[in-house]
T-cell receptor, first 114, second 118 residues
Framework: DAGVTQSPTHLIKTRGQQVTLRCSPKSGHDTVSWYQQALGQGPQFIFQYYEEEERQRGNFPDRFSGHQFPNYSSELNVNALLLGDSALYLC?????????????FGPGTRLTVL | DQQVKQNSPSLSVQEGRISILNCDYTNSMFDYFLWYKKYPAEGPTFLISISSIKDKNEDGRFTVFLNKSAKHLSLHIVPSQPGDSAVYFCAASSPFNAGGTSYGKLTFGQGTILTVHP
């Protein structure tokens, strides 16, 4: 049973560029949440996708956008990258109405903005 | 606005002894709490959880205690093992609501690095 997978593992970009991160949820899960973990901090909620729509959003600017596909996989897009966007980006999957009970996390994508 | 706080950045414990990790929260709407463990280069892994209707939940060597009046929870690991060395995150969520503002978003603390020495 494949768990949550994310690609790429590492990414280096320069300021002003755009980046797309990808996530495949655990088999059977239909909800994907994205989190940003800065160095020395806990994960911070970016947004959550269910039925191909964003249904909850954290305190992140519009530069952060996402998408969910019919197979439940998801993408996180960040435009106009800033140095402060350097972080580990975590994807978590869950069942639609059980996410608060347990969310399964992927290994993350380490984004470095130079 | 840090709604979930883990005030101890690190904890060092001898193998076989008890590890106690603490977490405080400020949001009264939180009613479900989780602990995650994270190894380097891996995503957080769910460890144990507790609902606000309980004050204790046990799972093997791991026990979580919840003190709602103090808005405080703790994770006890007994006995501690070197393989428990990791970063531990406390997380909280509020109930799903029909108004569409809460769907299981997790709010995390900053984490505590636990080191268990052989």
């Amino acid at each position: 049973d494949a768990g949550v997978t994310q690609s790429p593992t590492h990414l280096i970009k320069t300021r002003g560029q755009q980046v797309t991160l990808r996530c495949s949820p655990k088999s059977g899960h239909d909800t994907v949440s994205w989190y940003q973990q800065a160095l020395g901090q806990g994960p911070q909620f970016i947004f959550q996708y269910y039925e191909e729509e964003e249904r909850q959003r954290g305190n992140f600017p519009d530069r952060f956008s996402g998408h969910q596909f019919p197979n439940y996989s998801s993408e996180l897009n960040v435009n106009a990258l800033l140095l402060g966007d350097s972080a580990l980006y975590l994807c978590a999957s869950s069942f639609a109405w059980q996410g608060r009970n347990e969310q399964f996390f992927g290994p993350g994508t380490r984004l470095t903005v130079l | 606005d840090q709604q979930v706080k883990q005030n101890s950045p690190s904890l060092s414990v001898q193998e076989g002894r008890i590890s106690i990790l603490n977490c405080d929260y400020t949001n009264s709407m939180f009613d479900y709490f989780l602990w995650y463990k994270k190894y380097p280069a891996e995503g957080p892994t769910f460890l144990i959880s507790i609902s606000s209707i309980k004050d204790k939940n046990e799972d093997g060597r791991f026990t979580v205690f919840l003190n709602k009046s103090a808005k405080h929870l703790s994770l006890h690991i007994v006995p501690s093992q070197p393989g428990d060395s990791a970063v531990y995150f406390c997380a909280a969520s509020s109930p799903f609501n029909a108004g569409g503002t809460s769907y299981g978003k997790l709010t995390f603390g900053q984490g505590t690095i636990l080191t268990v020495h052989p």
